[in-house]
T-cell receptor
Framework: GAGVSQSPSNKVTEKGKDVELRCDPI?????LYWYRQSLGQGLEFLIY????????KSGLPSDRFSAERTGGSVSTLTIQRTQQEDSAVYLC????????????FGQGTRLTVV | GDSVTQMEGPVTLSEEAFLTINCTYT??????LFWYVQYPGEGLQLLLK?????DKGSNKGFEATYRKETTSFHLEKGSVQVSDSAVYFC????????FGTGTRLQVFP
């Protein structure tokens, strides 16, 4: 596609349920990031995939959070046993390799845990 | 680990005022530095970048200079417009892209 696509755009779930958030990066982009944006908390790094390297999971807040990237393209962020504090906007970004390149962001998934 | 610190907002200015948003960083290597902007209702987008010391990034009248000696990358604009109202994020990339907390700018006519 022309840009980074995330789905769903909005998700309301009950506390304790599992959710899956999807990210379709720009074709050919080897780097993929997940961030969490909470009100007043800025952009919190969650996980980073780069090509075939092992992902950098250093930002995942707990073992309830996991992510995978299949075939070097689509990525899924899974949150198990959701809690109210998980409510936030989850943003995905992709870029070509190299630390000086621009990251392109999706519109995000707004997750609300009730 | 690497981190970015930027001034808290909101920053409230009148149109045509001078803007400075401070950003300092901590990094173990030699990062590339970025400013991203999030306009109301839109996704984040790159505003400008600088990849080595003393480089100046510029775009849409905004400028920022990579200052290694002060580990800073302050964003400036000489005359802001109402349309510049947005949230501005400073970021660095050494081995991954890390953002600051964002600074909301509000410009009034």
């Amino acid at each position: 596609g022309a840009g980074v696509s995330q789905s769903p755009s909005n998700k309301v779930t009950e506390k304790g349920k599992d959710v899956e958030l999807r990210c379709d990066p720009i074709s050919g982009h080897t780097a993929l990031y997940w961030y969490r944006q909470s009100l007043g908390q800025g952009l919190e790094f969650l996980i980073y995939f780069q090509g075939n390297s092992a992902p950098d999971k250093s930002g995942l807040p707990s073992d309830r959070f996991s992510a995978e990237r299949t075939g070097g393209s689509v990525s899924t962020l899974t949150i198990q046993r959701t809690q109210q504090e998980d409510s936030a906007v989850y943003l995905c970004a992709s870029s070509t390799s190299g630390g000086d390149t621009e990251a392109f962001f999706g519109q995000g998934t707004r997750l609300t845990v009730v | 680990g690497d981190s970015v610190t930027q001034m808290e907002g909101p920053v409230t200015l009148s149109e045509e005022a001078f803007l400075t948003i401070n950003c300092t960083y901590t990094a173990t290597g030699y990062p590339s530095l970025f400013w991203y902007v999030q306009y109301p209702g839109e996704g984040l987008q790159l505003l400008l970048k600088a990849t080595k010391a003393d480089d100046k990034g510029s775009n849409k009248g905004f400028e920022a200079t990579y200052r290694k000696e002060t580990t800073s990358f302050h964003l400036e604009k000489g005359s802001v417009q109402v349309s510049d109202s947005a949230v501005y994020f400073c970021a660095l990339n050494t081995d991954k892209l890390i953002f600051g907390t964002g600074t909301r700018l509000q410009v009034f006519p």
